[in-house]
Protein backbone atom coordinates (compact mmCIF):
# COMPACT_ATOMS: atom_id res chain seq x y z
CA UNK A 1 0.00 0.00 0.00
CA UNK A 2 1.15 3.57 -0.87
CA UNK A 3 2.30 5.50 2.15
CA UNK A 4 0.07 8.10 3.59
CA UNK A 5 2.87 11.38 2.12
CA UNK A 6 2.96 9.42 -1.20
CA UNK A 7 -0.85 9.70 -1.55
CA UNK A 8 -0.85 13.23 0.07
CA UNK A 9 2.25 14.62 -2.25
CA UNK A 10 0.34 13.06 -5.65
CA UNK A 11 -3.02 14.40 -4.58
CA UNK A 12 -1.28 18.02 -4.19
CA UNK A 13 0.12 17.99 -7.69
CA UNK A 14 -3.20 16.39 -9.32
CA UNK A 15 -5.09 18.65 -11.22
CA UNK A 16 -8.00 16.67 -12.18
CA UNK A 17 -10.12 17.44 -9.14
CA UNK A 18 -12.21 13.85 -9.04
CA UNK A 19 -8.95 12.18 -9.38
CA UNK A 20 -7.58 14.15 -6.93
CA UNK A 21 -10.40 13.46 -4.38
CA UNK A 22 -10.29 10.03 -5.42
CA UNK A 23 -6.69 9.75 -4.41
CA UNK A 24 -7.54 11.15 -1.05
CA UNK A 25 -10.22 9.03 -0.35
CA UNK A 26 -7.73 5.95 -0.91
CA UNK A 27 -4.92 8.05 1.69
CA UNK A 28 -4.24 5.42 4.52
CA UNK A 29 -4.69 6.92 7.92
CA UNK A 30 -2.40 7.84 10.56
CA UNK A 31 0.08 10.83 10.91
CA UNK A 32 2.05 12.27 7.62
CA UNK A 33 5.89 13.49 7.63
CA UNK A 34 6.30 17.35 8.36
CA UNK A 35 8.19 17.68 5.36
CA UNK A 36 4.70 16.73 3.35
CA UNK A 37 3.01 19.14 5.57
CA UNK A 38 5.96 22.31 4.26
CA UNK A 39 5.00 20.97 0.76
CA UNK A 40 1.57 21.52 1.37
CA UNK A 41 1.95 25.18 3.38
CA UNK A 42 3.97 25.91 0.47
CA UNK A 43 1.47 25.58 -2.54
CA UNK A 44 -1.05 27.38 -0.22
CA UNK A 45 0.75 30.06 -0.52
CA UNK A 46 1.40 29.83 -4.55
CA UNK A 47 -0.50 32.67 -5.75
CA UNK A 48 0.38 31.87 -9.24
CA UNK A 49 -1.92 29.27 -9.97
CA UNK A 50 -5.65 28.94 -8.21
CA UNK A 51 -5.77 25.34 -9.10
CA UNK A 52 -2.60 24.71 -6.62
CA UNK A 53 -4.52 26.68 -3.54
CA UNK A 54 -7.16 24.73 -4.47
CA UNK A 55 -5.50 21.01 -3.95
CA UNK A 56 -3.69 22.11 -0.93
CA UNK A 57 -6.94 23.58 0.91
CA UNK A 58 -8.17 20.00 0.29
CA UNK A 59 -5.20 18.00 1.15
CA UNK A 60 -5.10 20.15 4.06
CA UNK A 61 -8.49 18.99 5.40
CA UNK A 62 -7.50 15.75 4.49
CA UNK A 63 -4.67 15.49 6.97
CA UNK A 64 -7.10 16.52 9.53
CA UNK A 65 -6.61 16.96 13.54
CA UNK A 66 -2.51 16.83 12.34
CA UNK A 67 -2.81 19.72 10.70
CA UNK A 68 -4.59 22.33 13.27
CA UNK A 69 -1.69 23.30 15.27
CA UNK A 70 0.14 24.56 11.45
CA UNK A 71 -3.10 26.49 10.22
CA UNK A 72 -3.46 28.12 13.72
CA UNK A 73 0.33 29.54 12.89
CA UNK A 74 -0.71 30.17 8.93
CA UNK A 75 -3.95 32.24 10.53
CA UNK A 76 -1.33 34.87 11.29
CA UNK A 77 0.24 34.76 7.92
CA UNK A 78 0.53 38.28 6.24
CA UNK A 79 -1.55 37.05 3.00
CA UNK A 80 -5.48 37.77 3.44
CA UNK A 81 -5.42 34.97 0.54
CA UNK A 82 -4.11 32.47 2.47
CA UNK A 83 -5.61 33.22 5.75
CA UNK A 84 -9.07 32.89 3.96
CA UNK A 85 -7.85 29.54 2.42
CA UNK A 86 -6.77 28.19 5.90
CA UNK A 87 -10.60 29.25 6.52
CA UNK A 88 -11.32 27.23 3.86
CA UNK A 89 -9.74 24.23 5.34
CA UNK A 90 -11.47 24.86 8.50
CA UNK A 91 -14.80 24.97 7.44
CA UNK A 92 -14.41 21.59 5.28
CA UNK A 93 -12.96 20.28 8.99
CA UNK A 94 -16.38 21.10 11.00
CA UNK A 95 -16.43 17.33 11.76
CA UNK A 96 -13.63 18.28 14.18
CA UNK A 97 -14.94 20.18 17.40
CA UNK A 98 -11.17 21.71 17.63
CA UNK A 99 -11.49 23.42 14.55
CA UNK A 100 -14.38 25.86 16.21
CA UNK A 101 -11.53 27.75 18.51
CA UNK A 102 -9.57 28.75 14.99
CA UNK A 103 -12.66 29.66 13.50
CA UNK A 104 -13.34 31.86 16.50
CA UNK A 105 -10.16 33.41 15.97
CA UNK A 106 -10.60 34.07 12.57
CA UNK A 107 -13.14 35.94 13.20
CA UNK A 108 -11.78 38.85 14.36
CA UNK A 109 -9.04 38.89 11.42
CA UNK A 110 -8.48 42.14 9.83
CA UNK A 111 -9.70 41.07 6.36
CA UNK A 112 -13.87 41.44 6.37
CA UNK A 113 -14.25 38.27 3.66
CA UNK A 114 -12.10 36.04 6.38
CA UNK A 115 -13.80 36.90 9.10
CA UNK A 116 -17.25 36.19 6.68
CA UNK A 117 -16.16 33.08 6.11
CA UNK A 118 -14.98 32.00 9.41
CA UNK A 119 -18.97 32.89 10.40
CA UNK A 120 -20.10 30.64 7.61
CA UNK A 121 -17.85 28.24 8.69
CA UNK A 122 -19.36 28.40 12.59
CA UNK A 123 -22.82 28.19 11.17
CA UNK A 124 -21.69 24.62 10.06
CA UNK A 125 -21.59 23.58 14.04
CA UNK A 126 -24.69 22.67 16.33
CA UNK A 127 -26.82 25.34 16.29
CA UNK A 128 -26.71 25.25 20.00
CA UNK A 129 -23.08 25.99 20.01
CA UNK A 130 -22.99 28.13 16.80
CA UNK A 131 -26.19 30.47 17.08
CA UNK A 132 -24.74 32.10 19.93
CA UNK A 133 -21.49 33.01 18.88
CA UNK A 134 -22.92 34.42 15.65
CA UNK A 135 -25.43 36.11 17.72
CA UNK A 136 -22.51 38.23 19.43
CA UNK A 137 -21.95 39.55 16.40
CA UNK A 138 -25.02 41.16 15.67
CA UNK A 139 -23.91 44.51 17.68
CA UNK A 140 -23.74 47.72 16.78
CA UNK A 141 -20.13 49.05 15.20
CA UNK A 142 -19.63 45.72 13.30
CA UNK A 143 -19.30 46.12 9.58
CA UNK A 144 -22.23 45.01 7.54
CA UNK A 145 -20.39 42.48 5.80
CA UNK A 146 -19.95 40.56 8.98
CA UNK A 147 -23.41 40.86 10.19
CA UNK A 148 -24.84 39.66 7.15
CA UNK A 149 -23.20 36.41 7.15
CA UNK A 150 -23.74 36.07 11.20
CA UNK A 151 -27.66 36.68 10.18
CA UNK A 152 -27.77 34.24 7.29
CA UNK A 153 -25.87 31.15 9.47
CA UNK A 154 -28.66 32.29 12.13
CA UNK A 155 -31.48 31.64 9.57
CA UNK A 156 -29.56 28.77 7.92
CA UNK A 157 -29.46 27.24 12.12
CA UNK A 158 -33.09 28.20 12.21
CA UNK A 159 -32.10 29.61 15.42
CA UNK A 160 -33.91 32.55 17.22
CA UNK A 161 -31.94 35.59 18.62
CA UNK A 162 -33.33 38.64 20.77
CA UNK A 163 -35.59 40.82 17.88
CA UNK A 164 -33.76 43.80 19.28
CA UNK A 165 -30.56 42.17 17.80
CA UNK A 166 -32.11 41.93 14.47
CA UNK A 167 -33.64 45.90 14.23
CA UNK A 168 -30.19 47.41 14.42
CA UNK A 169 -29.89 45.83 10.70
CA UNK A 170 -32.88 46.34 9.07
CA UNK A 171 -31.68 49.74 7.42
CA UNK A 172 -28.52 48.38 6.09
CA UNK A 173 -29.52 47.64 2.90
CA UNK A 174 -26.66 44.68 2.89
CA UNK A 175 -28.79 43.00 5.81
CA UNK A 176 -32.12 44.30 5.33
CA UNK A 177 -33.31 41.06 3.81
CA UNK A 178 -32.43 38.77 5.89
CA UNK A 179 -32.93 40.45 9.07
CA UNK A 180 -36.59 41.18 8.16
CA UNK A 181 -37.43 37.64 7.65
CA UNK A 182 -35.67 37.35 10.88
CA UNK A 183 -38.20 39.86 12.56
CA UNK A 184 -40.91 37.89 10.64
CA UNK A 185 -40.32 34.38 11.29
CA UNK A 186 -39.51 35.75 14.86
CA UNK A 187 -43.58 36.93 14.62
CA UNK A 188 -42.46 40.92 15.03
CA UNK A 189 -44.59 41.81 12.34
CA UNK A 190 -44.60 45.33 13.28
CA UNK A 191 -41.41 45.90 12.27
CA UNK A 192 -41.97 44.66 8.81
CA UNK A 193 -44.95 47.30 8.13
CA UNK A 194 -42.64 49.87 7.21
CA UNK A 195 -40.76 47.71 4.38
CA UNK A 196 -44.21 46.66 2.89
CA UNK A 197 -44.58 50.07 2.00
CA UNK A 198 -40.76 50.51 1.02
CA UNK A 199 -40.06 51.47 -2.40
CA UNK A 200 -37.15 48.63 -2.58
CA UNK A 201 -38.96 45.12 -4.03
CA UNK A 202 -36.24 43.70 -2.21
CA UNK A 203 -37.75 45.31 0.73
CA UNK A 204 -40.85 44.40 0.01
CA UNK A 205 -40.42 40.72 -0.78
CA UNK A 206 -38.07 40.65 2.47
CA UNK A 207 -40.84 41.50 4.57
CA UNK A 208 -43.34 39.70 3.17
CA UNK A 209 -41.37 35.76 3.33
CA UNK A 210 -40.60 37.15 6.97
CA UNK A 211 -44.29 37.71 7.27
CA UNK A 212 -45.91 34.75 5.42
CA UNK A 213 -43.06 32.43 7.54
CA UNK A 214 -44.23 34.05 10.94
CA UNK A 215 -48.16 33.28 10.08
CA UNK A 216 -47.24 29.56 9.04
CA UNK A 217 -45.36 28.92 12.39
CA UNK A 218 -48.60 30.28 13.83
CA UNK A 219 -47.17 33.72 15.42
CA UNK A 220 -50.19 36.29 16.29
CA UNK A 221 -51.71 38.86 14.08
CA UNK A 222 -54.30 41.35 13.56
CA UNK A 223 -55.78 41.43 10.51
CA UNK A 224 -55.61 45.28 10.89
CA UNK A 225 -52.01 45.14 10.93
CA UNK A 226 -52.13 45.41 6.66
CA UNK A 227 -54.05 48.98 5.70
CA UNK A 228 -55.62 49.05 2.16
CA UNK A 229 -52.90 50.58 0.69
CA UNK A 230 -50.63 47.87 1.65
CA UNK A 231 -53.05 45.37 0.77
CA UNK A 232 -53.45 46.65 -2.82
CA UNK A 233 -49.63 46.98 -3.37
CA UNK A 234 -49.48 43.41 -2.34
CA UNK A 235 -51.95 42.17 -4.57
CA UNK A 236 -50.29 44.50 -7.52
CA UNK A 237 -47.08 42.96 -6.61
CA UNK A 238 -48.53 39.37 -6.82
CA UNK A 239 -48.73 39.49 -11.02
CA UNK A 240 -44.72 40.47 -11.14
CA UNK A 241 -43.07 38.75 -7.91
CA UNK A 242 -41.23 35.78 -8.38
CA UNK A 243 -43.03 32.69 -7.53
CA UNK A 244 -41.82 32.13 -4.04
CA UNK A 245 -42.91 35.97 -2.97
CA UNK A 246 -45.89 35.60 -4.67
CA UNK A 247 -46.99 32.24 -3.04
CA UNK A 248 -46.20 34.43 0.28
CA UNK A 249 -48.26 37.48 -0.74
CA UNK A 250 -51.11 35.20 -1.44
CA UNK A 251 -50.99 33.83 2.46
CA UNK A 252 -50.65 36.94 3.74
CA UNK A 253 -53.77 38.70 2.33
CA UNK A 254 -55.73 35.65 3.15
CA UNK A 255 -54.51 35.88 6.92
CA UNK A 256 -56.31 39.53 6.82
CA UNK A 257 -59.38 37.87 5.09
CA UNK A 258 -58.85 38.95 1.81
CA UNK A 259 -58.60 37.32 -1.05
CA UNK A 260 -57.51 39.71 -3.54
CA UNK A 261 -54.26 38.25 -3.55
CA UNK A 262 -55.88 35.00 -5.47
CA UNK A 263 -57.75 37.04 -7.65
CA UNK A 264 -54.21 38.93 -8.73
CA UNK A 265 -52.76 35.44 -8.92
CA UNK A 266 -55.26 33.74 -11.69
CA UNK A 267 -53.31 35.91 -14.58
CA UNK A 268 -50.04 34.25 -14.23
CA UNK A 269 -48.94 31.83 -16.43
CA UNK A 270 -47.02 29.93 -13.68
CA UNK A 271 -50.52 29.66 -12.13
CA UNK A 272 -50.13 25.64 -11.45
CA UNK A 273 -47.22 26.21 -9.57
CA UNK A 274 -49.20 28.65 -6.95
CA UNK A 275 -52.04 26.71 -6.76
CA UNK A 276 -51.23 25.29 -3.31
CA UNK A 277 -50.52 28.45 -1.92
CA UNK A 278 -53.86 29.78 -3.58
CA UNK A 279 -55.97 26.74 -1.87
CA UNK A 280 -54.21 27.19 1.32
CA UNK A 281 -55.44 30.86 1.42
CA UNK A 282 -58.23 29.65 0.75
CA UNK A 283 -59.00 27.56 3.59
CA UNK A 284 -56.99 30.47 5.39
CA UNK A 285 -60.16 32.95 4.42
CA UNK A 286 -62.80 30.75 5.00
CA UNK A 287 -62.13 29.88 8.55
CA UNK A 288 -61.84 33.51 8.83
CA UNK A 289 -65.52 33.35 7.70
CA UNK A 290 -64.84 35.01 4.07
CA UNK A 291 -67.25 34.19 0.93
CA UNK A 292 -64.61 32.30 -0.68
CA UNK A 293 -67.49 31.10 -3.09
CA UNK A 294 -65.86 33.99 -6.07
CA UNK A 295 -62.50 33.43 -5.53
CA UNK A 296 -62.93 29.70 -6.27
CA UNK A 297 -65.54 30.31 -9.31
CA UNK A 298 -62.73 32.76 -10.86
CA UNK A 299 -59.88 30.00 -9.90
CA UNK A 300 -62.26 26.98 -11.62
CA UNK A 301 -62.72 29.23 -14.92
CA UNK A 302 -58.82 29.48 -15.30
CA UNK A 303 -57.65 26.32 -14.03
CA UNK A 304 -58.29 22.81 -15.94
CA UNK A 305 -56.46 19.95 -13.96
CA UNK A 306 -57.49 21.32 -10.72
CA UNK A 307 -61.03 22.03 -11.67
CA UNK A 308 -62.17 19.32 -9.70
CA UNK A 309 -60.47 20.19 -6.45
CA UNK A 310 -62.26 23.70 -7.24
CA UNK A 311 -65.42 21.64 -7.10
CA UNK A 312 -65.10 19.97 -3.70
CA UNK A 313 -64.07 23.72 -2.28
CA UNK A 314 -67.39 25.00 -3.32
CA UNK A 315 -69.46 22.09 -2.65
CA UNK A 316 -67.68 22.37 1.25
CA UNK A 317 -67.90 25.83 1.34
CA UNK A 318 -71.78 25.93 0.72
CA UNK A 319 -72.63 22.91 2.97
CA UNK A 320 -70.47 24.57 5.86
CA UNK A 321 -72.54 27.74 5.41
CA UNK A 322 -75.74 25.98 5.20
CA UNK A 323 -74.48 23.97 8.48
CA UNK A 324 -75.53 21.01 6.83
CA UNK A 325 -74.64 17.30 5.40
CA UNK A 326 -73.00 16.18 2.57
CA UNK A 327 -76.36 14.88 1.23
CA UNK A 328 -77.72 18.67 0.82
CA UNK A 329 -74.58 19.29 -1.52
CA UNK A 330 -76.11 22.11 -4.63
CA UNK A 331 -78.19 19.62 -7.02
CA UNK A 332 -75.89 21.01 -9.92
CA UNK A 333 -72.62 20.21 -8.44
CA UNK A 334 -71.15 16.76 -9.21
CA UNK A 335 -70.29 14.54 -6.56
CA UNK A 336 -66.63 14.70 -7.04
CA UNK A 337 -64.40 14.27 -3.67
CA UNK A 338 -66.99 12.99 -1.30
CA UNK A 339 -65.77 12.76 2.29
CA UNK A 340 -67.23 8.95 1.74
CA UNK A 341 -65.13 8.60 -1.26
CA UNK A 342 -62.50 10.32 0.70
CA UNK A 343 -62.27 7.82 3.59
CA UNK A 344 -62.15 4.97 1.29
CA UNK A 345 -59.33 6.49 -0.30
CA UNK A 346 -57.16 6.84 3.18
CA UNK A 347 -58.77 3.14 4.17
CA UNK A 348 -57.32 1.74 1.25
CA UNK A 349 -53.87 2.94 1.56
CA UNK A 350 -53.80 2.23 4.89
CA UNK A 351 -54.40 -1.17 4.60
CA UNK A 352 -51.96 -1.83 1.15
CA UNK A 353 -49.19 0.21 2.32
CA UNK A 354 -49.57 0.98 5.92
CA UNK A 355 -49.93 4.94 5.11
CA UNK A 356 -51.68 7.63 7.26
CA UNK A 357 -53.78 10.14 6.09
CA UNK A 358 -55.68 12.44 8.28
CA UNK A 359 -58.35 15.15 6.87
CA UNK A 360 -55.90 17.57 6.99
CA UNK A 361 -53.69 16.02 4.13
CA UNK A 362 -57.16 15.95 2.24
CA UNK A 363 -56.05 18.58 -0.51
CA UNK A 364 -52.93 17.45 -0.81
CA UNK A 365 -53.90 14.22 -1.53
CA UNK A 366 -56.43 15.62 -4.41
CA UNK A 367 -53.87 17.46 -5.99
CA UNK A 368 -51.67 14.60 -6.71
CA UNK A 369 -54.07 12.37 -7.40
CA UNK A 370 -56.06 14.84 -9.72
CA UNK A 371 -53.56 13.90 -12.46
CA UNK A 372 -54.32 9.86 -12.30
CA UNK A 373 -57.56 10.65 -12.35
CA UNK A 374 -57.63 12.58 -15.20
CA UNK A 375 -54.92 10.51 -16.77
CA UNK A 376 -57.73 7.04 -16.15
CA UNK A 377 -60.63 8.94 -17.54
CA UNK A 378 -62.08 8.84 -13.87
CA UNK A 379 -64.69 11.50 -13.21
CA UNK A 380 -64.97 11.35 -9.31
CA UNK A 381 -62.56 9.74 -6.46
CA UNK A 382 -65.26 7.18 -6.05
CA UNK A 383 -64.66 5.60 -9.15
CA UNK A 384 -60.81 6.43 -9.11
CA UNK A 385 -60.70 4.28 -5.74
CA UNK A 386 -62.74 1.25 -7.20
CA UNK A 387 -60.10 1.38 -10.42
CA UNK A 388 -57.36 1.16 -8.20
CA UNK A 389 -58.77 -1.98 -6.22
CA UNK A 390 -58.66 -4.05 -10.09
CA UNK A 391 -55.63 -2.64 -11.26
CA UNK A 392 -52.55 -3.36 -9.41
CA UNK A 393 -50.09 -0.82 -11.58
CA UNK A 394 -52.38 2.11 -10.70
CA UNK A 395 -52.21 0.81 -7.57
CA UNK A 396 -48.01 1.22 -7.61
CA UNK A 397 -49.05 4.76 -9.48
CA UNK A 398 -51.06 6.02 -6.45
CA UNK A 399 -49.09 4.71 -4.11
CA UNK A 400 -46.24 6.52 -5.48
CA UNK A 401 -47.95 9.82 -5.96
CA UNK A 402 -48.96 10.09 -2.56
CA UNK A 403 -45.91 9.47 -0.82
CA UNK A 404 -43.03 12.06 0.05
CA UNK A 405 -39.85 10.70 -1.38
CA UNK A 406 -37.63 13.28 0.01
CA UNK A 407 -33.80 12.08 1.02
CA UNK A 408 -30.36 12.87 0.39
CA UNK A 409 -27.06 12.14 0.89
CA UNK A 410 -25.54 12.22 3.92
CA UNK A 411 -28.84 13.30 5.60
CA UNK A 412 -29.18 13.78 9.64
CA UNK A 413 -25.48 13.84 10.47
CA UNK A 414 -25.99 12.31 14.21
CA UNK A 415 -27.40 8.89 13.23
CA UNK A 416 -24.57 8.93 10.65
CA UNK A 417 -21.51 9.83 13.15
CA UNK A 418 -23.55 7.22 15.43
CA UNK A 419 -22.85 4.50 13.22
CA UNK A 420 -19.12 5.72 11.78
CA UNK A 421 -17.94 5.67 15.48
CA UNK A 422 -20.09 3.53 17.40
CA UNK A 423 -22.20 0.97 15.72
CA UNK A 424 -20.65 0.32 12.87
CA UNK A 425 -16.92 -0.35 14.97
CA UNK A 426 -19.27 -2.88 17.61
CA UNK A 427 -20.91 -4.61 14.60
CA UNK A 428 -17.76 -4.93 12.64
CA UNK A 429 -15.64 -6.21 15.93
CA UNK A 430 -13.81 -9.61 15.14
CA UNK A 431 -13.94 -9.12 11.39
CA UNK A 432 -17.62 -10.05 11.17
CA UNK A 433 -19.31 -8.59 7.94
CA UNK A 434 -21.85 -6.08 8.49
CA UNK A 435 -25.40 -7.10 6.69
CA UNK A 436 -27.53 -3.26 5.71
CA UNK A 437 -30.92 -3.33 5.17
CA UNK A 438 -31.89 0.64 4.39
CA UNK A 439 -36.26 0.13 4.79
CA UNK A 440 -37.59 2.69 2.63
CA UNK A 441 -34.99 4.11 1.56
CA UNK A 442 -36.43 6.65 -1.80
CA UNK A 443 -34.34 7.11 -4.65
CA UNK A 444 -30.56 5.56 -3.14
CA UNK A 445 -29.47 8.15 -1.32
CA UNK A 446 -29.33 7.13 2.32
CA UNK A 447 -28.08 3.23 1.32
CA UNK A 448 -25.02 4.68 -1.09
CA UNK A 449 -24.12 6.81 2.41
CA UNK A 450 -24.41 4.04 4.76
CA UNK A 451 -22.00 2.15 2.12
CA UNK A 452 -19.63 5.02 1.78
CA UNK A 453 -19.91 5.40 5.58
CA UNK A 454 -18.83 1.66 5.61
CA UNK A 455 -15.90 1.84 2.87
CA UNK A 456 -14.20 4.02 5.20
CA UNK A 457 -14.79 2.47 8.28
CA UNK A 458 -13.07 -0.81 6.32
CA UNK A 459 -9.88 1.16 5.20
CA UNK A 460 -9.70 1.98 8.77
CA UNK A 461 -9.44 -1.33 9.51
CA UNK A 462 -12.84 -1.55 11.70
CA UNK A 463 -15.46 -3.70 9.82
CA UNK A 464 -14.01 -6.13 7.44
CA UNK A 465 -16.72 -6.74 5.00
CA UNK A 466 -20.16 -4.77 4.19
CA UNK A 467 -23.52 -4.83 1.61
CA UNK A 468 -26.67 -3.36 1.87
CA UNK A 469 -30.01 -3.63 0.61
CA UNK A 470 -31.90 -0.96 -0.27
CA UNK A 471 -35.57 -1.34 -0.40
CA UNK A 472 -38.62 0.55 -0.96
CA UNK A 473 -42.94 0.46 -2.06
CA UNK A 474 -42.05 2.74 -5.04
CA UNK A 475 -40.74 1.12 -8.39
CA UNK A 476 -39.65 4.93 -10.08
CA UNK A 477 -37.55 5.27 -6.72
CA UNK A 478 -35.93 2.38 -7.15
CA UNK A 479 -34.73 2.49 -10.68
CA UNK A 480 -33.57 5.45 -9.51
CA UNK A 481 -31.75 4.18 -7.44
CA UNK A 482 -30.02 1.49 -9.37
CA UNK A 483 -29.28 3.69 -11.66
CA UNK A 484 -27.18 6.11 -9.33
CA UNK A 485 -27.55 9.47 -10.94
CA UNK A 486 -27.80 12.34 -8.65
CA UNK A 487 -27.79 16.18 -9.31
CA UNK A 488 -28.07 18.82 -6.70
CA UNK A 489 -30.94 18.20 -5.30
CA UNK A 490 -29.38 15.04 -3.63
CA UNK A 491 -26.69 17.49 -2.03
CA UNK A 492 -28.28 19.94 0.35
CA UNK A 493 -24.90 19.49 3.31
CA UNK A 494 -21.31 20.55 1.97
CA UNK A 495 -19.33 17.29 1.83
CA UNK A 496 -16.28 16.81 3.16
CA UNK A 497 -13.26 16.24 0.92
CA UNK A 498 -13.02 12.44 2.20
CA UNK A 499 -17.37 12.24 1.54
CA UNK A 500 -16.76 13.48 -1.97
CA UNK A 501 -14.26 11.36 -2.94
CA UNK A 502 -16.83 8.71 -2.79
CA UNK A 503 -18.38 9.89 -5.79
CA UNK A 504 -17.25 10.29 -9.80
CA UNK A 505 -18.42 13.22 -11.91
CA UNK A 506 -20.43 12.38 -15.21
CA UNK A 507 -19.75 14.17 -17.77
CA UNK A 508 -23.18 16.47 -17.24
CA UNK A 509 -21.54 17.58 -13.82
CA UNK A 510 -24.22 14.64 -12.43
CA UNK A 511 -22.72 12.30 -9.40
CA UNK A 512 -22.35 8.73 -9.44
CA UNK A 513 -21.20 6.63 -5.98
CA UNK A 514 -17.98 4.93 -7.19
CA UNK A 515 -17.93 1.82 -8.10
CA UNK A 516 -16.83 0.09 -5.40
CA UNK A 517 -19.60 1.29 -3.16
CA UNK A 518 -22.36 0.58 -6.23
CA UNK A 519 -21.10 -2.91 -6.46
CA UNK A 520 -22.00 -3.14 -2.87
CA UNK A 521 -25.38 -1.78 -2.62
CA UNK A 522 -28.20 -3.80 -3.89
CA UNK A 523 -32.26 -2.62 -4.70
CA UNK A 524 -35.45 -4.40 -4.61
CA UNK A 525 -39.30 -2.90 -4.94
CA UNK A 526 -40.74 -3.95 -1.51
CA UNK A 527 -43.89 -3.13 0.61
CA UNK A 528 -43.20 -2.93 4.45
CA UNK A 529 -46.49 -4.21 5.30
CA UNK A 530 -46.61 -7.13 2.46
CA UNK A 531 -45.82 -9.72 5.15
CA UNK A 532 -45.08 -12.34 3.15
CA UNK A 533 -42.46 -10.81 0.69
CA UNK A 534 -40.69 -9.04 3.84
CA UNK A 535 -40.35 -12.81 5.63
CA UNK A 536 -38.54 -13.73 2.84
CA UNK A 537 -36.10 -11.59 3.76
CA UNK A 538 -32.20 -12.55 5.58
CA UNK A 539 -31.00 -11.47 8.95
CA UNK A 540 -29.41 -8.10 8.82
CA UNK A 541 -26.56 -6.99 11.62
CA UNK A 542 -28.39 -3.53 11.10
CA UNK A 543 -31.68 -1.59 10.26
CA UNK A 544 -31.75 1.99 8.53
CA UNK A 545 -35.31 2.76 8.50
CA UNK A 546 -35.14 6.81 8.85
CA UNK A 547 -38.43 9.04 7.87
CA UNK A 548 -40.09 6.21 6.83
CA UNK A 549 -42.22 5.47 10.43
CA UNK A 550 -43.68 8.86 10.98
CA UNK A 551 -45.88 8.13 7.57
CA UNK A 552 -47.54 5.01 8.49
CA UNK A 553 -50.28 4.22 10.76
CA UNK A 554 -50.11 2.89 14.47
CA UNK A 555 -50.58 -0.78 13.30
CA UNK A 556 -48.43 -1.05 9.94
CA UNK A 557 -46.09 0.61 12.73
CA UNK A 558 -46.18 -1.86 15.37
CA UNK A 559 -46.40 -4.50 12.23
CA UNK A 560 -42.90 -3.30 10.48
CA UNK A 561 -41.25 -3.04 14.05
CA UNK A 562 -42.06 -6.58 14.61
CA UNK A 563 -40.69 -7.47 11.09
CA UNK A 564 -37.62 -5.50 11.99
CA UNK A 565 -36.90 -7.22 15.51
CA UNK A 566 -37.34 -10.95 13.61
CA UNK A 567 -35.09 -10.08 10.56
CA UNK A 568 -32.16 -8.52 12.62
CA UNK A 569 -29.96 -10.50 14.67
CA UNK A 570 -29.04 -10.63 18.32
CA UNK A 571 -26.91 -7.81 19.08
CA UNK A 572 -28.25 -5.90 15.80
CA UNK A 573 -29.03 -2.01 15.48
CA UNK A 574 -31.87 -0.34 14.15
CA UNK A 575 -31.57 3.39 13.33
CA UNK A 576 -34.47 5.75 12.79
CA UNK A 577 -34.90 9.40 11.57
CA UNK A 578 -34.28 12.03 14.40
CA UNK A 579 -37.41 13.10 14.86
CA UNK A 580 -38.75 9.30 15.08
CA UNK A 581 -39.04 7.64 18.99
CA UNK A 582 -39.80 4.15 20.02
CA UNK A 583 -39.51 5.70 23.61
CA UNK A 584 -43.44 5.97 24.27
CA UNK A 585 -44.31 3.18 21.68
CA UNK A 586 -44.50 -0.50 23.12
CA UNK A 587 -41.15 -2.74 21.18
CA UNK A 588 -39.48 -5.27 21.92
CA UNK A 589 -35.83 -3.62 21.28
CA UNK A 590 -33.37 -2.26 23.71
CA UNK A 591 -31.80 1.37 23.52
CA UNK A 592 -28.09 2.09 21.80
CA UNK A 593 -27.44 5.16 23.58
CA UNK A 594 -25.21 7.30 20.96
CA UNK A 595 -23.01 10.34 21.17
CA UNK A 596 -26.25 12.72 19.37
CA UNK A 597 -29.19 10.77 20.40
CA UNK A 598 -29.73 6.83 20.22
CA UNK A 599 -30.62 3.70 18.08
CA UNK A 600 -32.12 1.14 19.17
CA UNK A 601 -30.81 -2.93 19.78
CA UNK A 602 -32.20 -6.15 19.59
CA UNK A 603 -31.27 -7.00 23.23
CA UNK A 604 -30.83 -10.70 23.15
CA UNK A 605 -27.29 -11.21 22.30
C1 LIG B 1 -39.09 10.43 3.24
S1 LIG B 1 -38.50 9.03 2.38
C2 LIG B 1 -37.17 8.56 3.43
C3 LIG B 1 -35.92 8.22 2.65
C4 LIG B 1 -34.71 7.92 3.51
N1 LIG B 1 -34.95 6.84 4.41
C5 LIG B 1 -34.26 9.15 4.27
O1 LIG B 1 -34.48 9.28 5.47
O2 LIG B 1 -33.67 10.04 3.64
C6 LIG B 1 -39.78 7.84 2.78
C7 LIG B 1 -39.79 6.65 1.85
O3 LIG B 1 -40.57 5.62 2.45
C8 LIG B 1 -41.21 4.91 1.43
N2 LIG B 1 -42.35 4.17 1.97
C9 LIG B 1 -43.50 4.67 2.47
N3 LIG B 1 -44.33 3.67 2.80
C10 LIG B 1 -43.67 2.52 2.51
C11 LIG B 1 -44.02 1.14 2.62
N4 LIG B 1 -45.21 0.77 3.07
N5 LIG B 1 -43.12 0.24 2.22
C12 LIG B 1 -41.91 0.62 1.75
N6 LIG B 1 -41.54 1.90 1.60
C13 LIG B 1 -42.42 2.83 1.98
C14 LIG B 1 -41.61 5.99 0.43
O4 LIG B 1 -41.83 5.47 -0.86
C15 LIG B 1 -40.43 6.96 0.51
O5 LIG B 1 -39.53 6.76 -0.54
Known sequence: MADIDDVLLRALGEGDPARRRRLLASAPSGPCASSTVARIVQALHDDTDVGIRTAAMEVFAAVGEQALPVLDGLLDDPQAGVRRLVVDVLCLMTTTPKALPLLRRAMVDQSLAVRSAALEGIARFDAAIAAPILADQLIAGVPAAVALAALLGIEQLQASVPPSSLRRWVDDPLTAGVAL??????????DLMPAMSSPSRLRVRAAVIGLADGLERGRRFTPGMLDATTRARLAASIGEADVDAAAAAVGVLAHAGDLGGVAAALGRNDLTRLLPAMHRAVAVAQGLGVAVEPALSAMAAVTTLPALDVVKELQDAARRRAGRGAADAPP???????????????AWLAREAGLAFGEDARSRLEARLMPRLEARGATTLGEYVELLQRDPDEAVTAIDAVTVHETYFFREPASLEGLRDDIGPALGAGGRPIHVWSAGCSSGEEPYTVGMILTALEREGRCRAWDVLGTDVSPASIAHARRGVYGPRSFRSRLTPNEAASF???????????????????????????TAAVSRLPLFDLIFCRNVL????????????????????????????????????????????LKRGLAYRRGDA
Open 550 to 593: IYLTPAARGLVLQAFFRHLRPGGALVLGHSESLLHVENPFGIWP
Open 181 to 190: RLLGRAGEFG
Open 332 to 346: TAPAVFSTAAYASLT
Open 504 to 530: EQLADGALMPRANIRDRVRFATLNLVD
